[in-house]
């Protein structure tokens, strides 16, 4: 088993080449596939999973192929048979059972005549006792969705298992589990992720950048440590690079003026007439020549020294920073902004049948009877998958209603803007916001594709000119002419950045964020770059996400966990 890349090269139509000349190969073990939002790490895996053709050289797959993407693309009203690629065998066991003989039955079944015990197995390994074989895929959170479409893959067993983000949506128990089926995978596994407990348990990293692959044994931290002496190396590189530039040009300059000094004593002695017109004319020529070879020669050694210091330059990879000052998003110490009444009724968007209904847990007293956010805070919103935090905080946006109610009436999302009271529906939920709202999502969808990146913020802050919006989006990277790219032809980090310039750049400014699992998706680069940019927010912060290292950068004060019978509470991270 094994998968070989032999000069491998991908462009897509719009001339975009993530993928040039690539040849490496990997055996059996953990590989961690890392590389900037954009550097072509999914389209890699697809080439692999021969969902993309290249566009020269080849993919070599010894052994079957196991691919889970990023994003699934799914059948609500299938069953999870179907998700688990069972269904037809399953179908066919039943048919055999009720006196079938038919040969096309058995030849469905095959040698999985043990499939609904080796489903059933692999969903409970997972996490997944809840999950039924007969549930629409419909009612599958996003992360009990990714753990059935990864248990569809350990029950095919395939020798080459390929994931793309595996741990997004899932809670900390669910990356926990999936720890476990990682390390105890026998065969080649590639896996792209942002994931910093997992990047520690591979064997080798390969680093994806600049269209170029490079393998690094050991793990995540192995790996961070080799890169950081390889760029100190390349620093010191550059500024011995540098210095020589300087002393180049300042020779140059010396020749140039003892040049000068010469021409000048010679035009003088000529002036004098103590010399023949000819013999002054015959070395003044001369002269003219020596010049001329000298300065071709100082030239030449300064553009050397340039080409030396812009190599070493380009092997330097310092992440761009996102550097933001936001002081109209600042809340004075102990301004309420939200406050959410009802919490402990009996409002259930997380149960299966969608229909509002008693908890099936402990009893309502222990939950929260009211959530009060008051002036800078930052909350961090915790619990299992499926418990409902993006359905609750699309609620507290007035994206959605819970249990037939009336929702938030001026729900605004990424425009901003003050509400100052929210609907009451049947469940009791009241919600009161004081401040205006900036809310993200899981899916970078919020952007108008065929605007660019600066009519996309304009449309959030209206009333700014475009030299405003410009000189902010600068601060985010966007420089120039990179500010008129459209939405649509954005990578992933430069859709990430644009996301958050559209929620951070509106007016009014927002003073306080929803932020629904944020770092889906996102490289280790883009990451440090959404935690820098929240260090510099001065407002109240909401935040549904399991990634812990994450939000413990975000400076987060107070932890709050859902947990699926509906109970909300303080509680500490794990």
Request: glycine share 12%; hydrophobic share 40%.
């Amino acid at each position: 088993m094994s998968v070989v890349l032999s000069d491998l090269s991908f462009s897509f139509p719009d001339g975009n080449v993530p993928l040039s000349g690539l040849s490496l190969a990997f055996g059996p073990g953990r590989t961690g596939l890392i590389g900037a939002n954009g550097a072509g790490k999914s389209t890699l895996l697809r080439l692999i999973a021969g969902q993309l053709r290249p566009t020269s050289g080849s993919v070599t797959v010894t052994g079957s192929v196991g691919y889970l993407p990023q994003d699934l693309t799914l059948d609500a009203a299938a069953p999870v048979v179907s998700l688990l690629g069972i269904g037809r065998a399953r179908a066919a066991l039943r048919a055999i059972e009720a006196g079938s003989v038919d040969p096309a039955d058995f030849d469905a079944v095959g040698d999985d005549w043990d499939a609904d015990d080796r489903a059933r197995q692999w969903l409970d390994r997972l996490g997944l006792s809840q999950v039924g074989l007969d549930d629409p895929v419909g009612r599958l959170s996003g992360g009990e969705t990714v753990l059935t479409a990864l248990s569809a893959l350990l029950l095919r067993r395939p020798a080459v298992l390929l994931l793309d983000e595996p741990t997004n949506n899932l809670d900390t128990g669910a990356r926990q589990r999936l720890y476990a089926a990682v390390t105890a995978w026998p065969g080649v596994m590639l896996v792209v992720t942002h994931d910093r407990a997992l990047l520690s348990l591979v064997d080798q990293v390969a680093d994806l950048s600049g269209g170029s692959l490079r393998l690094y044994g050991g793990n995540l931290s192995a790996y961070e440590k080799l890169r950081a002496t390889e760029q100190s190396a390349v620093r010191r590189t550059v500024s011995a690079a540098a210095a020589d530039v300087r002393r180049e040009r300042r020779d140059l300059l010396e020749s140039q003026s003892r040049q000068a000094t010469r021409d000048r004593q010679g035009r003088a002695l000529a002036a004098s007439g103590s010399i023949p017109h000819i013999v002054a004319g015959g070395r003044k020529r001369a002269a003219q020549v020596s010049a001329g070879k000298s300065r071709d020669v100082a030239l030449a050694r300064v553009a050397d020294a340039r080409a030396r210091l812009a190599e070493a330059e380009e092997a330097v990879r310092d992440d761009p920073e996102i550097r933001i000052a936001l002081p109209g998003t600042a809340v004075p110490a102990g301004q309420t902004v939200l406050t959410v009444r009802g919490l402990d009724r009996a409002w259930a968007p997380w149960q299966r049948d969608g229909e509002p209904g008693e908890p099936s847990g402990p009893s309502a007293g222990g939950r929260l009877a009211e959530l009060v956010l008051r002036g800078p805070e930052r909350v961090a919103l915790t619990g299992p998958n499926g418990a409902g935090k993006s359905t609750l905080l699309r609620a507290l946006a007035g994206e959605t209603v819970l249990s037939g109610g009336t929702g938030l009436s001026g729900g605004t999302g990424l425009s901003g803007g003050t509400v100052l009271s929210g609907g009451t529906g049947p469940a009791g939920l009241t919600v009161t916001r004081n401040a205006a709202l900036g809310y993200l999502p899981q899916r970078l969808d919020v952007l108008d594709d065929q605007l660019t990146v600066l009519q996309n913020v304009r449309v959030a802050a209206p009333a700014a000119t475009v030299n405003e919006v410009r000189a902010g989006l600068a601060r985010f990277l966007f420089r120039g002419p990179r500010a008129d790219q459209r939405a649509g032809a954005l990578s992933g980090g430069e859709r990430f950045r644009a996301v958050l310039a559209a929620l951070l750049l509106a007016d009014p400014p927002p003073r306080l964020l929803l932020l629904d699992e944020p770092t889906n998706n996102l490289d280790l680069a883009s990451v440090s770059q959404l935690a820098r940019a929240l260090s510099c927010y001065q407002g109240a912060l909401l935040v549904a996400s399991h990634d812990l290292p994450f939000l413990r950068s975000a400076g987060i004060t107070r932890w709050l966990s859902l947990e699926r019978d509906g109970r909300l509470g303080d509680t500490e991270p794990r």
